[in-house]
């Protein structure tokens, strides 16, 4: 239960506009596609003259990182009160948390410091907020696998360029849109897209692809393949072998994904791998989830030394092999295949 602060900012109308209006507020804006709760609720509050941070007290909630807790629980009365007084149904409100459809496992925790090698609770690109009319945050850019934006293929951020700060939307106590930073003002829309190679974005896409709630909930092999994504620092080796996935900032997490998807850092071919590469074909098709959840989680496992899921032992495909096959049958829309995935 939140509690009443009798000192907290209230939205209301004058009482001359009473009779000409109703009782909700006045800034009513609409859900995006795939908009994350936080990004929804700075917005509104923006859209109603009140700062984020002080915007927490009208819900009744303690400052801090108050709007990123509540992408992983709304409380009754919180929704209710938002239902009240915008008319967003309840379960629009629900379907901007993150208690469905995305493995928690898989969420960047909630973290706002720390150095510059850990992760932060929210990521975002540049170019989609550059795009927006009115720029919000994805749900998506939540997740610790994710590195790359779906629309732009451009790898995320996690930091604000100028002062290398973390976005802290929920503790802006001035009126301005949420793309600026908190720490310095930067325009987040004007950030520069830092590099991802093709098969880093390719392996990206790839895990995106199969690792929603629902694929991963009904694959025998999903618990297995989310337990080896976690483990992915390990598998890439290097500085950051011994941290799990979702402790480590977006440039950290990119450095393992292409120590990942590049041919060159695997071991020298046998003649095992040769026949692999020809029999690329045979791979079940990308509509085939679990198939891809268990091949994904046999390749992570063998990268790192790790048996296999399958119960007949045969040794997991290597990720430039797999990321190949995925890259013919699903380039995406207007994407090459990667020049490093097509000998394999």
Not at 5 to 28: C, F, N, Q, T
Not at 181 to 189: E, F, K, Q
Not at 245 to 254: E, G, K, Q
Request: proline share 8%; glycine share 6%.
């Amino acid at each position: 239960m939140t509690t009443v602060d009798p000192h907290a900012p209230v939205i209301s109308i004058r009482e001359r506009y009473r009779d000409m209006v109703s009782d909700r507020w006045l800034g009513i804006i609409a859900p995006q596609p795939d908009e994350l709760l936080s990004s929804w609720l700075h917005r509104l509050a923006y859209a109603n003259g009140v700062a984020p941070r002080a915007f927490a007290r009208v819900l009744g909630l303690n400052p801090g990182m108050w709007s990123a807790a509540l992408d992983l629980r709304l409380p009754a009365d919180v929704a209710n009160l938002l239902s009240a007084n915008t008319g967003i149904a309840h379960n629009q409100l629900a379907a901007m948390t993150l208690s469905h459809d995305l493995p928690r496992e898989l969420l960047l925790p909630l973290r706002n410091n720390g150095p510059q090698w850990s992760s932060t609770w929210l990521q975002f690109c540049s170019r989609c907020l550059a795009e927006d009319a009115q720029p919000y945050f994805r749900r998506r850019w939540r997740l610790a696998t994710r590195l790359s934006c779906i629309e732009h293929g451009c790898r995320l951020r996690d930091r604000c360029p100028s002062c290398l700060g973390c976005i802290a939307v929920f503790d802006q106590a001035e009126l301005v849109p949420q793309h600026y930073c908190v720490a310095c003002g930067y325009d987040l829309r004007r950030a520069p897209v830092p590099y991802l190679s093709p098969t880093a974005r390719t392996l990206d896409r790839c895990i995106d692809n199969f690792c929603s709630l629902e694929a991963t909930a009904h694959a025998s092999f999903g618990p297995l393949l989310i337990r080896r994504l976690l483990s992915m620092p390990s598998a890439a080796g290097g500085y950051y072998s011994t941290m799990m996935l979702t402790s480590l900032s977006t440039s950290a997490r990119t450095y393992c994904a292409e120590h990942l998807s590049r041919p060159s850092e695997w071991p020298v071919d046998d003649e095992n791998d040769r026949k692999a590469r020809r029999l690329w074909h045979l791979v079940p098709p990308t509509s085939d989830h679990c198939a891809w959840i268990e091949l994904l989680a046999n390749a992570l496992g063998r990268k790192g030394g790790l048996p296999g899921a399958s119960e007949v032992k045969k040794p997991g495909k290597k990720i430039p092999y797999l990321l190949g096959a995925y890259a013919r049958m699903s380039p995406g829309p207007g994407c090459r295949l990667p020049p490093e995935l097509i000998e394999t």
